[in-house]
């Protein structure tokens, strides 16, 4: 196993320890909502914030009678899409430029 391979299996094991995808989270699901983010989310289209919606919902009512997800529902390594990814890199790239015209 190369470097990229123990990398590779580094990420996987330490996505499947968080344990949030037992509850069907994504990984941008768990993101700290700070202003960036809560921007990020307000600009999804509705389909994508409706099924983060769904998503959060499930996992805060299994997580209040102390369930999980059956195995097959689980949220896979390779199924996890950082859906939020493009929206907060725009919106923090925008603040960079903000922050910028504010110092002339």
Not at 46 to 51: A, V, W, Y
Not at 68 to 73: G, H, S, T, V
Not at 84 to 96: G, S, W
Request: with cysteine.
């Amino acid at each position: 196993m190369g470097g990229g391979g123990a990398m590779q299996w580094l990420r996987r094991w330490a996505y499947n320890a968080s344990g949030f995808n037992k509850l069907g989270l994504w990984h941008d699901d768990c993101l700290y909502e700070d202003d960036e983010v809560k921007e990020a989310v307000r600009r999804l289209p509705e389909r994508l914030q409706d099924d983060r919606t769904f998503r959060i919902t499930r996992a805060m009512q299994l997580s209040l009678s102390h369930q999980i997800l059956p195995r097959e529902q689980w949220t896979t390594f390779d199924e996890d899409i950082r859906y939020l990814k493009p929206y907060l890199e725009e919106v923090r790239k925008e603040n960079r430029e903000k922050a910028e015209w504010s110092k002339k």
